[in-house]
């Protein structure tokens, strides 16, 4: 009996020793490539030779594996990039907008399919606009409303940011169709725009501050704002020019202090450690919303299934990858994540263009963290 309990034992123990070096192993690959990628980073920046910085935020659910940066937020004040510094968001601000919608639908505020025009009859003013083209807030969130990318109203992307519903209201008269509804993925600013005014208008509360109520500070998101506050200065990233000269970009100093109509659709500041909060979010950590809306949030809802509401959509034989990409004046960032897996990552960069694209790194490097 001794001799058979000794053999078992002795089975176990190498069974547990197979285990424990084949995790290590897969430790040591994960490891491997994410090494690679931060040296390919690291690289890159130099290479550009903007005087600028990438932040990146590696994660697996709620699980950071690596955060860190390189090259400078303030290259004038030689205070270098960290996971910690302010950058511009751009469009990944649609997603926290579509987050917010799913929010007020699951509050009964609003459904998916109530036409915009029951919260702002104005849109009743866009042109070519009839009973055969009731926008919903569905159509809104997933670029399925046919709308132009951009209106034709002079200067609706800059003023401050206390005026960007009237540039919102002035421009939507400036602002047509470009296909019919629900028959293409048709990318559009300012159909987000709208949809940010509608959601205010549904709730009866501004719109940044339901924002700040029903994300920021659930999420504990303290670094995340419509306007870096004065004691916060020092903590943005200065948006830089992509010319390889090291200069300073005038017109992202400008744009702090707005950038007309678009609020709702790129106007919020964030740090790639507070974004991971928010993707965590949308991956189902922390009970912010119910697994229904993140659902719906995750489905395609385009005819070719490549956008959600506020998600851009991918997928193929080894990844199922959602996210969205930023870009506005000096700034560009991506967040990333595969739905399966639930490996992440955040990129954040104070300047537009460089040898990093930023969605296709993020894709490459979930695809090798997946295999």
């Not at 424990?20 to 290479?47: D, H, M």
């Not at 205010?200 to 940044?208: C, G, H, I, V």
């Not at 994300?215 to 998101?221: E, G, R, T, V, Y």
Request: charged content about 20%.
């Amino acid at each position: 009996m001794d001799r058979i309990l000794s053999t078992i034992m002795a089975t176990l123990c190498i069974g547990l020793l197979w285990i424990s070096n084949a995790n290590a192993q897969s430790k040591a690959e994960i490891n491997s490539v994410i090494l690679e990628f931060r040296n390919q980073i690291e690289k890159e920046v130099q290479e550009d030779k903007n005087n600028g910085s990438i932040t990146l935020t590696i994660l697996k659910g709620d699980q950071t594996f690596w955060s860190g940066a390189y090259g400078y937020a303030d290259f004038t004040n030689s205070i270098k990039a960290d996971a910690s510094k302010i950058y511009r968001t751009g469009s990944i601000s649609k997603t926290f907008t579509a987050f917010l919608m799913m929010q007020l639908v699951e509050e009964g505020i609003i459904q998916l399919k109530d036409p915009i025009e029951k919260y702002l009859p104005e849109i009743a003013e866009l042109e070519g606009y009839a009973d055969s083209t009731k926008i919903t807030f569905h159509h809104l969130a997933s670029h399925t409303s046919g709308l132009i990318r951009e209106p034709k109203l002079r200067n609706a992307a800059s003023g401050p940011i206390e005026q960007w519903e009237e540039k919102i209201l002035a421009s939507i008269p400036e602002t047509s169709f470009k296909s019919g509804m629900d028959q293409a993925y048709s990318y559009s600013n300012i159909g987000f725009g709208i949809l940010g005014l509608a959601l205010s208008r549904a709730a009866e509360k501004p719109f940044m501050e339901l924002v700040e109520e029903k994300i920021f500070k659930p999420l504990n998101m303290n670094n995340s704002f419509w306007i870096v506050p004065e004691s916060k200065m020092s903590e943005l990233a200065v948006g830089m020019m992509s010319n390889g000269k090291g200069q300073i970009h005038k017109q992202a100093a400008k744009e702090h202090t707005g950038r007309g109509y678009k609020v709702p659709n790129g106007g919020i500041y964030s740090t790639p450690n507070d974004l991971m909060k928010f993707m965590n979010a949308i991956m189902g950590y922390g009970g912010v919303l119910k697994q229904e809306s993140l659902s719906a949030m995750l489905q395609g809802q385009t005819p070719k299934d490549n956008y959600g509401y506020g998600l851009s959509l991918f997928e193929d034989d080894q990844i199922s990858t959602a996210g969205h990409g930023g870009s506005v004046a000096g700034y560009n960032c991506y967040m990333l994540f595969d739905k399966e897996s639930q490996y992440g990552v955040i990129l954040m960069r104070n300047y537009n263009r460089g040898k990093t694209n930023l969605g296709r790194a993020s894709r490459e490097l979930i695809r090798k963290l997946c295999n």
